[in-house]
């Protein structure tokens, strides 16, 4: 079976931009879900997507924004990107997101503002 | 879980030792408390996971042990080798879809 997969790999962007980062989860997996890891904050939690809908989301602006297509398939926007943004974006998928579903990572977006 | 705290942060063992790293969580409604272990520039990899009915799960050279009244949780590497060197999260998960709250992580180092 296929792992997580996340595109593009690494991605560098100036302050005001926006992006978009995609996410195919595994085969079979409906929740798809997005983290932020850093240096300073370790693994922060964005939000997470079940059946195309946002279930639950993180203390992050709202210049952070998802969606999820009827594949199952993720993005995350991030709009207005500030140097603080400079992080590297995993997303996880799970069969359902709840606690008997243990998540998958993918290999990460990293993102470099300048 | 609003709050995972992890220690020690670094750890470093001779080839062949244990190593131990300690998880302390703050909800005692948490349920579930998965181990990741991420290598230098890959992704975190489960590796194992207890549930708050288990006290004890062992997997080959690693084990954890859930302490429910305390509120905490371990790792354990026995017969440490080279390749268990990485950076070791724990977490937990309560009644929140897809989302894990993480220790800061403990460095490993795996000496010769």
């Known amino acids: 079976k296929a792992g997580v997969t996340q595109t593009p790999r690494y991605l560098i962007k100036t302050r005001g931009q926006q992006v978009t980062l995609s996410c195919s989860p595994i085969?079979?997996?409906?929740?798809v879900s997005w983290y932020q890891q850093t240096p300073g904050q370790g693994l922060q939690f964005l939000f997470e997507?079940?059946?195309?809908?946002?279930?639950n989301k993180g203390n992050f602006p709202g210049r952070f924004s998802g969606r999820q297509f009827s594949n199952s398939r993720s993005e995350m926007n991030v709009s207005t990107l500030e140097l603080g943004d400079s992080a590297l974006y995993l997303c996880?998928?799970?069969?359902?997101?709840?606690?008997?579903?243990?998540?998958?990572f993918g290999n990460g977006t990293r993102l470099t503002v300048t | 879980g609003e709050n995972v705290e992890q220690h020690p942060s670094t750890l470093s063992v001779q080839e062949g030792d244990s190593a131990v790293i300690k998880c302390t969580y703050s909800?005692?409604?948490?349920?579930?408390f998965p181990w990741y272990k991420q290598e230098l520039g890959k992704r975190p990899q489960l590796i194992i996971d207890?549930?708050?009915?288990?006290g004890e799960k062992k997997d080959q050279r690693i084990a954890v042990t859930l302490n429910k009244t305390a509120k905490h949780f371990s790792l354990h590497i026995t017969e440490t080798q080279p390749e268990d060197s990485a950076v070791y999260f724990c977490?937990?998960?309560?009644?929140?879809?897809?989302?894990?709250?993480f220790g800061a992580g403990t460095q490993v180092v795996v000496t010769p």
């Open positions: 996880a998928s799970s069969q359902s997101g709840g606690e008997n579903s243990p998540l998958h």
């Open positions: 207890i549930r708050s009915n288990v």
């Open positions: 977490a937990d998960q309560y009644d929140s879809w897809g989302k894990l709250q």
């Open positions: 997507y079940f059946s195309e809908t946002q279930r």
């Open positions: 085969s079979g997996h409906r929740s």
């Open positions: 909800d005692s409604a948490s349920n579930y």
